[in-house]
């Protein structure tokens, strides 16, 4: 007889997402369709002194078990990394999470009740979706636009369903690359104390701005609302800055929370690689970090006005998109203009095809999917083979 | 108005043992408590060279996202090192985990609706009852004695419950010490045909052995019993041979439940560190595996018979044991000879005064607790503080 596996598995289903992935190795393929920053941009040098500084100074404490909350030289140094963001944040009040993916699922595993109510952005970032729903969330989509969540709008659905929390992306989302303005997060925050509900802000794009800094962190402003900060839980990440693969995350929340949080990951990997955080924290600690943001951010903004020039170029009106101020993606929306389709996904296998790949960004909502809609990452090609895929695309999109 | 937290949250207890690691900070203590390897035994040589070889010949997968079930290399090199073993696993018939303790979650998180019942060994690791029940499970103990889970109760509980799986730690278990016997072995997994129910061996200390390997495990053992293969999840770790500090686990099972483990592991933390399942794949490679284990082998078992004599020495007949033939534990009974205490809980509190400390044995029950049990870990400590210690647990005992 097959297993019976737990029920909870039938909340999520194979991504539509994966299946595109297959077809990737294909040779010659130009790639929009990954969320990940470029490989060329580690600083290799730089982890190589960290990690070899880890085995030369803290061997012992850096392979052996270490306490879930994480490992204390990396809080501290994530303490002062937070400061220099704008957000005051004890090293007590943040712990260490395998990758950002790890604090959302155990906010859910510490949060959701199966049948409990989320609002999440529409469209949100595709594996927190997976991940709510496995915890047997019920989502809730709040309408976007090129500033983020429609703060009217997310106070009808919270006053309508009054959610366990609110996920928001509020600093260059994925997949949408739109920023929230400070008006609007004020606003957030002010709707998190008027109905008492806690946001969970997640923010692995705001290093990553173009030409200017983005408005405060959620975080960073509960400061200017009474009330507000133990409502507000934050999940960080050095995955987009430093290295995907060290899978360094952290979580900042209320005590309790935390502590729930904690009790959580102790059953779910019992600590964070300690060899991984203590070269993060060795990292850090170098002072190589500032100098690093200014190049990446400086090679994702060339990049970012290349695909926004080439989308303009080639395929003009039967696009609609806002150029993103910093973070990884384009959002696009296909207009249908000139007898064009309107259809991402169709789209995506033309554009295969054609050698270029991208993501359809229906699978991007817990409701509603708008099947006009793809997202467009910028982070791995450089200049001429964004230029080259964005003809492509063009080809395909009047093939 | 404080947060509402998850309802799986009522099913699980701060643990009793946490307190106790909390008086541990004092001067002077010997501690028989952890379950921890002895970090003079990392090959830190070792380790560098792995590392270093991994940063300067393969930087940018290492650093970069990897798949979820696991980095390659490293799969492939886990599949040579189960054949040594006894087992024939090919590289995509397991997928890496952030420590088995995540091998386990996934177990839970794949298998268990809530209200489904598991069988356990009472006692078994504490740290499964606790990922368990959090998945909702209802934990029946089937009873054990020095050679293991008793079979025959073992099939009147299968009969009677119809469990989801049955978890066993097979070889020198946690916190028992016990080693199944090969007639066991066999009996378990004919069990698990004749009624149609998986088990999942967990097997961190294995690689233990002190005098004389111990039987095949019960992945190896499938070959021998028809049917059997598909009806076994597998947990191994390099934390108790290696370091703890890599998170380096893995978990072999059946496709679909393979498959499922790597959904949830998706959304629970998208895959372990590359980077340290980089090194930890390097140091494999490299050869040095085999003389890491000899030695490892060698000082567990030189302290395992020290602490079985002082323990014959000090305190006689008011403890009964069996001596464990590898891992890390002795797990001890008191008798209440001569008029001694049986409540180890109150063993406990008066030997932390005499500057010794263990742990009782009864958080490891998953049901019905005997409170007669405590646990003594003689990975940490040498000979002589061995010795010392188990001298004031006697002065403890008689105080």
């Known amino acids: 007889m097959p297993l019976q596996f737990a029920e909870r598995l039938n909340k999520v289903e194979t991504s539509a997402i994966r299946e595109l992935f297959k077809l990737l190795g294909k040779p010659g393929i130009i790639s ?189 402003l509960t400061d200017t609302v009474p009330g507000s900060r133990d409502l507000l839980a934050h999940c960080g990440t050095l995955s987009k800055v430093l290295s995907p693969g060290l899978r360094i995350g952290w979580l900042i929340a209320q005590p309790a929370l935390l502590a729930n949080a904690v009790m959580c990951k102790q059953f779910s990997d019992a600590h964070t690689s300690t060899f991984a955080q203590a070269t993060a924290s060795q990292y850090l600690k170098c002072g190589r970090m500032p100098s690093t943001l200014v190049h990446v951010r400086q090679v994702y903004a060339e990049r970012a006005k290349a695909m926004g020039d080439a989308l303009k170029r080639e395929l003009g009106d039967a696009v609609a998109f806002e150029r993103p101020r910093g973070g990884l993606f384009f959002w696009v929306r296909l207009t249908g203009a000139k007898g064009g389709i309107k259809d991402a996904g169709e789209l995506a296998r033309r554009a295969i095809e054609k050698g270029v790949a991208f993501v359809p960004g229906a699978p991007f909502y817990a409701e509603n999917p708008d099947l006009a809609t793809l997202r467009l990452s910028f982070a791995t090609a450089d200049v001429a083979k964004i230029e080259e895929g964005i003809a492509r695309l063009g080809q395909a999109l009047n093939s």
């Open 32 to 220: 929009f369709a990954g969320g990940f920053p470029d490989p060329a941009m580690f600083d290799v040098e730089g982890l190589k002194e960290a990690s070899g500084n880890v085995l030369n100074e803290e061997p012992g404490p850096a392979l052996q078990y270490g306490a879930t909350e994480g490992y204390q030289p990396l809080r501290d140094q994530l303490s002062t990394f937070m400061a220099t963001k704008g957000s005051t944040v004890a090293p007590h009040e943040l712990i260490v999470t395998t990758g950002s993916q790890q604090a959302l699922d155990l906010i859910g595993k510490t949060m959701i009740s199966p049948g409990d109510k989320v609002i999440v952005e529409g469209p949100t970032f595709l594996a927190t979706i997976q991940c709510f729903r496995l915890y047997g969330a019920e989502l809730i989509s709040a309408p976007i636009d090129a500033h983020g969540v429609k703060t009217d709008e997310l106070e009808t659905l919270i006053a309508q369903h009054k959610p366990k929390f609110v996920y928001l992306i509020p600093t260059f989302g994925n997949p949408s690359g739109a920023m929230l303005s400070l008006e609007r997060r004020k606003k957030v925050l002010e709707l998190a104390v008027k109905y008492d509900t806690l946001i969970v802000e997640d923010d692995p794009y705001g290093d990553l701005y173009f030409d200017a800094p983005p408005p405060p962190s959620l975080l960073a």
